[in-house]
């Protein structure tokens, strides 16, 4: 049978909690939480619940209960004892006495039970199995923890703050439909960024019926591919966004998270191969801001390595336009760390320089002396069509020409490959080899790593 879910005030009704375990102890303090009344009756109590006792928060009885407790009448009483027949007949008691029991060792003997709770008061987001299974509630409690940022309760603060207000200002018709307007304006991203007084100016705004015009750019990064390194706050941009400019290098896992109503743009390049020039992207956000839509500029591993964010925060800074930047896991972390491939290591390297093989002019001119230095790893993005070139220069500059070299392929996603060779020999092993970008390339001893540290 379906249990009902329902919010309960904490000081309704006097609670009493029978039992001094670690079980007891637990709902005491979710009762207290609540500010709830509350009284204990334990042959001993645990070192939280004597400690609610002395602060004042809790009544504690220490001495053993028996069935012929008497209890106020509408109280609930939460049986938590070790002794399972001592537990039966307090809940006949405590049922005669007009009380609802929670039985913490039978469930189907119990009238209510306590769910697990994702606190963001206001907002409170309560799990429950029925009383099936603790663990898959802990579990579900965990994974919406993780998706619910602390900043829920400045927004539930912000709403509850708005409340009377709109009760003022609005006709009873009239409020529901703000309400909806208003979760699905910028506020509550704009809480959610830690921007409380732009959000309740928006929300003054709203109020005053204007409309939400305020456009803002999301510079997001997307990571090296696989979706599920992604961060919570891309996550949520992604999924909220109105139009969506994206490069080549976003994942299609990644892709199939944007919502169906957003409208989709693609500003890729590849090489000799612009989709829409860098000039044109910046101001094609500038235009979808001003607009006011919410942007997402989704861009492959970091928007501010060797992804442009830079110049396209300046156009936006110009022109006036909001925007956030958040960071992703660049190529060189996701594709080392699914490689096996440690960047620095005790042993081996001892700090990391990152270039890119592919500059402005399609050159591979990069200052190769610097490049060759002892105890040091090499990260080359962009650099497959070159990479020929790339190691001839770096033997001719005085690096090794046995230093181990990995090509990573297609990066953190399922068809990952990883191609070791060393300086001499890589030229022959690429003109023998189809290898497909996005590619990256690691060069140092840290490469050696790979056979014995590669786990996918």
Same mark, same amino acid.
């Given at each position: 049978?379906?249990?009902?879910?329902? @919010?309960?005030?904490?000081?309704?009704?006097? &609670?009493?909690?029978?039992?001094?375990?670690?079980? *007891?102890?637990?709902?005491?303090?979710?009762?207290?939480? =609540?500010?709830?009344?509350?009284?204990?009756?334990?042959?001993?109590?645990?070192?939280?619940?004597?400690?609610?006792?002395?602060?004042?928060?809790?009544?504690?009885?220490?001495?053993?209960? !028996?069935?012929?407790?008497?209890?106020?009448?509408?109280?609930? @009483?939460?049986?938590?004892?070790?002794?399972?027949?001592?537990?039966?007949?307090?809940?006949?008691?405590?049922?005669?006495?007009?009380?609802?029991?929670?039985?913490?060792?039978?469930?189907?003997?119990?009238? &209510?039970?306590?769910? =697990?709770? @994702?606190?963001?008061?206001?907002?409170?987001?309560?799990?429950s199995s029925s009383g099936t299974s603790p663990?898959?509630?802990?579990?579900?409690?965990?994974?919406?923890?993780? &998706?619910?940022?602390?900043?829920?309760?400045?927004?539930?603060?912000?709403?509850?703050?708005?409340?009377?207000?709109?009760?003022?200002?609005?006709?009873?018709?009239?409020?529901?439909?703000?309400?909806?307007?208003?979760?699905?304006?910028?506020?509550?991203?704009?809480?959610?960024?830690?921007?409380?007084?732009?959000?309740?100016?928006?929300?003054?705004?709203?109020?005053?019926?204007?409309?939400?015009?305020?456009?803002?750019?999301?510079?997001?990064?997307?990571?090296?591919?696989?979706?599920?390194?992604?961060?919570?706050?891309?996550?949520?941009?992604?999924?909220?966004?109105?139009?969506? &400019?994206?490069?080549?290098?976003?994942?299609?896992?990644?892709?199939?998270?944007?919502?169906?109503? =957003?409208?989709?743009?693609?500003?890729?390049?590849?090489?000799?191969?612009?989709?829409?020039?860098?000039?044109?992207?910046?101001?094609?956000?500038?235009?979808?801001?001003?607009?006011?839509?919410?942007?997402?500029?989704?861009?492959?591993?970091?928007?501010?390595?060797?992804?442009?964010?830079?110049?396209?925060?300046?156009?936006?800074?110009?022109?006036?336009?909001?925007?956030?930047?958040?960071?992703?896991?660049t190529a060189a972390s996701g594709c080392a760390?699914y490689s096996g491939i440690p960047l620095t290591?005790?042993?081996?390297?001892?700090?990391?320089?990152?270039?890119?093989?592919?500059?402005?002019?399609?050159?591979? !001119?990069?200052?190769?002396?610097?490049?060759?230095?002892?105890?040091?790893?090499?990260?080359?993005?962009?650099?497959?069509?070159?990479?020929?070139?790339?190691?001839?220069?770096?033997?001719?500059?005085?690096?090794?020409?046995?230093?181990?070299?990995?090509?990573?392929?297609?990066?953190?996603?399922?068809?990952?490959?990883?191609?070791?060779?060393?300086? *001499?020999?890589?030229?022959?092993?690429?003109?023998?080899?189809?290898?497909?970008?996005?590619?990256?390339?690691?060069?140092?001893?840290?490469?050696?790593?790979?056979?014995?540290?590669?786990?996918?």
């Amino acid at each position: 049978m379906m249990t009902l879910p329902l @919010v309960f005030r904490g000081d309704a009704r006097p &609670f009493v909690v029978i039992g001094g375990g670690v079980v *007891a102890s637990r709902k005491v303090q979710t009762l207290v939480k =609540a500010g709830a009344d509350v009284k204990v009756i334990a042959k001993s109590a645990d070192a939280a619940v004597a400690h609610l006792e002395q602060q004042g928060k809790i009544r504690l009885e220490v001495r053993e209960a !028996n069935a012929s407790e008497t209890f106020e009448q509408g109280s609930l @009483v939460v049986i938590a004892t070790n002794d399972s027949e001592l537990n039966e007949a307090l809940a006949v008691s405590a049922r005669q006495q007009g009380c609802l029991v929670c039985r913490t060792d039978r469930k189907e003997d119990s009238d &209510f039970a306590f769910p =697990a709770v @994702v606190d963001r008061s206001p907002v409170l987001v309560a799990i429950s199995s029925s009383g099936t299974s603790p663990a898959l509630t802990r579990h579900l409690k965990q994974r919406i923890e993780a &998706f619910l940022p602390q900043e829920y309760r400045q927004l539930g603060e912000l709403v509850e703050a708005l409340r009377e207000r709109v009760k003022t200002r609005l006709a009873l018709p009239l409020r529901a439909p703000f309400w909806r307007k208003l979760m699905a304006s910028q506020v509550p991203e704009l809480v959610l960024a830690r921007q409380p007084e732009r959000a309740n100016a928006v929300a003054k705004s709203l109020l005053s019926g204007q409309s939400d015009t305020h456009g803002e750019v999301y510079l997001v990064g997307a990571g090296p591919g696989d979706p599920d390194l992604l961060t919570f706050r891309a996550l949520r941009l992604i999924q909220s966004a109105d139009v969506v &400019f994206y490069d080549r290098l976003v994942g299609p896992g990644v892709m199939a998270l944007i919502s169906p109503d =957003a409208e989709r743009i693609y500003v890729g390049k590849a090489k000799s191969d612009h989709a829409v020039p860098q000039d044109d992207i910046n101001q094609h956000l500038v235009d979808a801001a001003k607009q006011g839509k919410r942007v997402l500029r989704l861009k492959g591993g970091d928007p501010f390595i060797f992804g442009r964010g830079g110049e396209e925060i300046e156009r936006l800074a110009q022109y006036g336009v909001p925007f956030q930047v958040v960071p992703g896991i660049t190529a060189a972390s996701g594709c080392a760390a699914y490689s096996g491939i440690p960047l620095t290591h005790r042993d081996h390297a001892q700090s990391v320089r990152f270039v890119t093989g592919h500059l402005r002019n399609n050159t591979c !001119n990069l200052p190769w002396d610097e490049l060759v230095h002892p105890n040091q790893t090499l990260v080359i993005y962009m650099g497959l069509s070159g990479i020929v070139e790339i190691c001839h220069q770096l033997i001719a500059n005085g690096m090794d020409e046995q230093s181990p070299i990995a090509l990573v392929e297609k990066g953190t996603l399922p068809d990952q490959k990883v191609h070791i060779s060393t300086l *001499a020999d890589m030229p022959e092993l690429i003109s023998s080899t189809e290898i497909q970008a996005p590619t990256l390339t690691i060069i140092g001893s840290v490469v050696t790593l790979h056979s014995k540290l590669a786990w996918r």
